[in-house]
């Protein structure tokens, strides 16, 4: 007998899996959720095998400004889902304009001078050599794909079309268990002047608006066209046709380069931790010295990547320096102030002789690796009295 049922489902509910990569994702890329919808889409029908077969797993287009997390994204994929975010494999396409620098993507055929020499860069071995027993996935990355030549624009069709590749010497490379993403800048000039129109009142109301953080849905709508139509505007409908996934990264704004301000001073923190030529020890920031960060890491133009100069210039040298002057040492909470005398962040020793349990606790290890974090704290100088001692003003 059947069992009569009228049940409503839910198909917009991820398996575990996927939910975890979806956690994983949002913590680390900020502001871009449709890329991240879009990846998660694309891995959850591969997890339950609904994959078309004969075809990579997933492709995508990655539009949008620089330093807007094109590729932070990929690498934050292959950080949650093989452990590593160097688990990518990155083709520059503008490093691949002329035949003879195909054949180091696939080889020379035999008979060529140096056909034994030559290793492409682009064979199933480098393309499997991070799958694990459990997971059988590949990252391939296509920068600046605007500027591949056609020999390798051919190679790309295939790869997308028919997930195979053959090599200089006719091998061929199976790319079903590949992911893969191409990034272009194109339409991110005509995204900036929609974000930024030269018109005298509109550009103070776009910038307020968008240091609000209120990118609008019609705002929103307008980059979006701009960067597909520039992208319909270069690209073959073939092409086009083959791509699983067009995304238009947003420009950042204000809200979004915050929180990932925050991120980053994290990820300087976990260096600092896991530094091989230093005892680690911990800093905090004041929050008018995020402030002082965030001002001089803010350019609409650049993104992130001006945030990350920023931070680079105004923390990590200077900490570099106390660090090699021996001002600061192993076990030191370090205040970190704005001097609004000198305009910089200036630097002070709050507590020295942390033990490192007292360190572990004020460091957020939730987004990047525990393990070389908690290695570094195994390696912290027992310290000199039981107490840390304040050395606060
Ligand atoms: N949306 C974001 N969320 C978190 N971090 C980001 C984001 N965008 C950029 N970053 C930070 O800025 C760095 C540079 O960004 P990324 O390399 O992803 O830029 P991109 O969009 O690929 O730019 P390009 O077009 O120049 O290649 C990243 O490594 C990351 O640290
Ligand atoms: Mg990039």
């Avoid at 809200?255 to 931790?273: A, F, G, N, S």
């Avoid at 680690?280 to 004041?286: E, G, H, K, R």
């Avoid at 001002?295 to 320096?321: C, F, M, W």
Wanted: proline share 5%; aromatic share 6%.
């Amino acid at each position: 007998m059947i069992a009569q049922a009228n049940k409503r489902l839910d198909p917009a509910q991820t398996g575990l899996e996927a939910g975890k990569l979806e956690t994983d994702l949002r913590k680390r890329v900020i502001g871009q959720d449709e890329a991240i919808q879009q990846i998660i889409e694309i891995y959850q029908t591969d997890l339950v095998g609904m994959s078309s077969p004969g075809r990579p797993i997933g492709t995508f287009l990655f539009l949008g400004p620089t330093g807007s997390g094109k590729t932070r994204t990929v690498e934050a994929a292959a950080e949650s889902l093989m452990g590593d975010a160097r688990a990518v494999i990155k083709i520059d396409c503008a490093e691949f304009q002329h035949s003879h620098e195909i054949a180091k993507l696939i080889g020379s055929p035999p008979g060529y001078l140096g056909h034994r020499e030559t290793h492409p860069l682009l064979s199933q071995e480098v393309l499997n050599q991070y799958h694990t027993e459990e997971l059988k996935l590949s990252f391939v990355l296509f920068d600046e794909i605007e500027k591949a030549s056609d020999a390798l624009w051919n190679l790309l069709l295939g790869i997308l079309d028919k997930a195979t590749l053959t090599l200089g010497d006719n091998r061929r490379v199976d790319f079903s268990r590949a992911l893969i993403f191409m990034t272009s800048n194109l339409g991110a000039a005509e995204m900036n002047s929609i974000m930024r129109p030269n018109l005298g009142f509109a550009a103070g109301e776009r910038e307020r608006q968008w240091a609000a953080g209120v990118t609008d849905d019609q705002l929103n709508d307008k980059i979006s066209r701009a960067g597909v139509e520039a992208a319909r505007h270069k690209f073959t409908p073939e092409f086009m046709n083959r791509i699983d996934k067009t995304v238009v990264f947003r420009p950042l704004g204000e809200p979004e380069l915050r929180k990932i301000l925050d991120l980053e001073l994290t990820m300087v923190q976990h260096r600092l931790l896991s530094s091989a030529n230093s005892a680690p020890f911990v800093f905090s920031l004041t929050s008018e010295a995020s402030d002082f960060l965030l001002r001089e890491g803010t350019d609409l133009k650049y993104g992130a990547r001006h945030l990350k100069r920023a931070i680079q210039r105004n923390l990590v040298h200077p900490l570099s320096n106390l660090m090699a002057t021996g001002q600061v040492r192993g076990g030191d909470l370090i205040r970190v102030e704005f001097d609004s005398t000198f305009r910089a962040l200036a630097f002070f020793k709050e507590a020295e002789d942390m033990p490192a349990y007292a360190m572990a606790r004020m460091v957020d290890t939730s987004i990047a690796s525990p393990q070389g974090v908690h290695a570094a704290f195994a390696s912290v100088p027992p310290p000199r009295t039981a107490n840390a001692r304040s050395t606060r003003r």
